[in-house]
């Protein structure tokens, strides 16, 4: 019989629609940045979109720390069912802001190829 209560559901979807919005609001702040922001008469809104823009950013990143931190907590709950060879794995691998090494190449890449992407789309732009 299982003595231990059922592991909550980590929404996925969410997590991957969080990431979505980040990129699509990156590309259209950039966008508006670029293209409205010539108008003169638009300039005064230059502002509220900045202000709207990190507002959402950081709605989006702490939503994304919410879900990393409760699958955390998930993942340890059940710390005396691992395996010997599987603990010692674990305590030899030290994460790096948070990250494992291969979450941290993976943030590098996406930023890197993020920042080449909209650098090549304003140029093709101007």
Not at 46 to 73: D, E, M, P, T
Request: charged share 15%.
């Amino acid at each position: 019989m299982n003595t231990h209560p059922p592991r909550p559901r980590i929404s996925s979807s969410f997590e991957y629609f969080l990431y979505a919005a980040i990129i699509v609001e990156t590309a259209l702040a950039a966008f508006v940045y670029k293209i409205i922001f010539r108008d003169p008469e638009l300039a005064r809104l230059n502002l509220y979109f900045g202000i709207f823009y990190f507002a959402f950013l950081a709605w989006c990143i702490a939503q994304l720390n919410s879900l990393h931190r409760r699958r955390k907590l998930v993942q340890t709950e059940p710390a005396a069912e691992i395996p010997e060879d599987k603990a010692s794995v674990q305590e030899r691998t030290r994460p790096a802001l948070g990250l494992t090494a291969a979450q941290l190449v993976v943030v590098v890449v996406v930023f890197v190829s993020a920042v080449a992407t909209f650098t090549w789309l304003l140029t093709l732009l101007r």
